[in-house]
């Protein structure tokens, strides 16, 4: 019998490990994991009936006898899973919704990354016409998204880039899930977008804002094919850190990890009151769009009957509920205090006094003020959360300084406090006690480090 060579080395470098004597929640004993290579473990938390036939947003797998593309045995290798559209998955242009699996033999622990990259509401969003900030993947998702050696999905972030030269993360160990992204709607929407173009062409458009469904099947398909999780980590940035932060309760329990986080990074769902003064809630014409947009209203009614806590008067109040509902778990926010991308989805075209400003300064300047008022808010809010920790550094010189978490964990410092960003993720991760709440004060040094070829790289690919 011919053994496959990738096995051997695979195998070698399993039995000359040390014995997983001391090993984490969810690790496999060294021959486990042997064993493992030759016997790769299946599911053992399936889909019940009930979680198949709920009323609201059910786990729907693929049909028995499709073809999804996965091979149990497979280690260390980015796979493609599809899905079949009766599961309610599918891309805004109505094409197969796929995502992807790299999975190891060592351990049960797995991450959830949910992928970033813009929102849309209307149609030069929807379409591609605001160019960087228009919603991603238009045109569905290609088989080779992930595995293919693009760093936009590869080696996004060190939460899942196994290899990374410089930045460590326990999370390369595990089962890495990658969650694309291709329904402009945060991984939150629900509903058929129909989107004229308002600048002369007359063109209507209709956009699939999907996203819950998306996340739904994905979770039928795991608990169906990988072993419950010993530990389970969702996370992403941007659209994708407010995707594993609105996701996070139905996640957490169909998939029914032993220990669960939730690291959101530079998604916020800001507390803002609907009813009250715009001044003192500064989000609050975003979140009126975009509940009327993507269908909100439905999703979190499903999420209201299960949540103490959350309001949906107040969107924000899903920070509280997490954190009350689920004391034992550990919950982290991470975004700098000058991010001009996110924030300028929240206000730019929500403000007169914004987008109408000719002077691309001064626009930033008005933008960045009522991100101040909305961060602090929120910075207030986590601090009273013991389990849940905000981290808010000032600036860095990446994607707008955008998403702390993609590319690497450098640059990420809180000066005063002698804080990195890793030790915020440790905080979530390994930490005990309180995790760390940090907001810095200082509005200097971040902008006079030096330069920084790798970043200035990453910038020119990603235009700015």
Not at 71 to 86: A, C, E, F, I, N
Request: glycine share 8%; aromatic share 12%.
């Amino acid at each position: 019998m011919l053994i496959n060579p990738k096995i051997l080395v695979i195998a070698s470098m399993v039995v000359l490990a040390p014995l997983r004597v001391s090993a984490e929640t969810g690790d496999y004993s060294s021959w486990q994991a042997f064993f493992n290579l030759f016997f790769p473990p299946g599911a053992d938390n399936p889909v019940t009936n009930a979680e198949a036939t709920a009323a609201d947003y059910p786990l729907l797998d693929n049909p028995a006898g499709f073809n999804d593309g996965f091979s149990r045995g497979d280690y260390y290798k980015w796979q493609t899973v599809q899905l079949h559209p009766t599961t309610g998955a599918m891309c805004s242009n109505g094409s197969p919704y796929k995502f992807f699996i790299n999975r190891v033999p060592t351990t049960r622990n797995t991450v959830f990354y949910f992928e970033g990259g813009g929102a849309c509401w209307d149609y030069p969003g929807c379409t591609g016409a605001d160019g960087v900030r228009s919603a991603r993947n238009r045109d569905g998702i290609p088989d080779d998204y992930v595995g293919a050696g693009s760093p936009e999905t590869d080696l996004v972030s060190p939460f899942i880039f196994r290899l990374h030269p410089y930045t460590r993360a326990k999370t390369q160990d595990w089962n890495l899930v990658y969650v694309p992204y291709c329904t402009g709607d945060v991984y939150s929407g629900d509903e058929l977008g129909v989107y004229t173009d308002e600048g002369g062409s007359g063109e209507t458009i209709m956009f699939r804002h999907n996203g819950v469904k998306n996340v739904r099947a994905a979770v039928a398909w795991m608990k169906n094919n990988m072993p419950r999780p010993g530990q389970l980590l969702m996370t992403g940035c941007s659209a994708g850190g407010a995707g594993s932060f609105t996701n996070y309760h139905p996640t957490r329990r169909d998939m029914d990890a032993t220990k669960n986080f939730l690291i959101n990074d530079s998604g916020p769902i800001f507390p803002t009151d609907r009813n009250g003064p715009v001044s003192a809630n500064p989000s609050q014409r975003l979140h009126e769009q975009i509940i009327s947009a993507w269908g909100l209203s439905e999703v979190f009614d499903y999420l209201q009957n299960e949540l103490v806590m959350f309001n949906q008067h107040n969107l924000g109040t899903l920070n509280t509920a997490l954190a009350l509902n689920y004391l034992n778990d550990r919950l982290g926010h991470v975004g700098y205090q000058r991010d001009e991308n996110y924030s300028s989805y929240s206000y730019e075209r929500f403000f007169d006094e914004i987008s109408n400003e000719p002077d691309p300064e001064k626009r930033r300047d008005l933008i960045l003020e009522k991100w101040a008022v909305d961060t602090q808010k929120f910075a207030d809010l986590l601090n009273t959360l013991p389990n849940y920790g905000g981290y808010f550094p000032y600036f860095r010189d990446l994607n707008e300084s955008h998403c702390a978490t993609i590319v690497d964990f450098e640059n990420g410092d809180i000066q005063e406090r002698n804080l990195e960003l890793a030790d915020f993720v440790d905080s979530v991760l390994d930490g005990g006690g309180p995790v760390i709440d940090a907001k810095e004060a200082d509005t200097v040094s971040d902008e006079a480090k030096p330069f920084n070829a790798v970043y200035a790289l990453v910038n020119l690919l990603l235009g700015f």
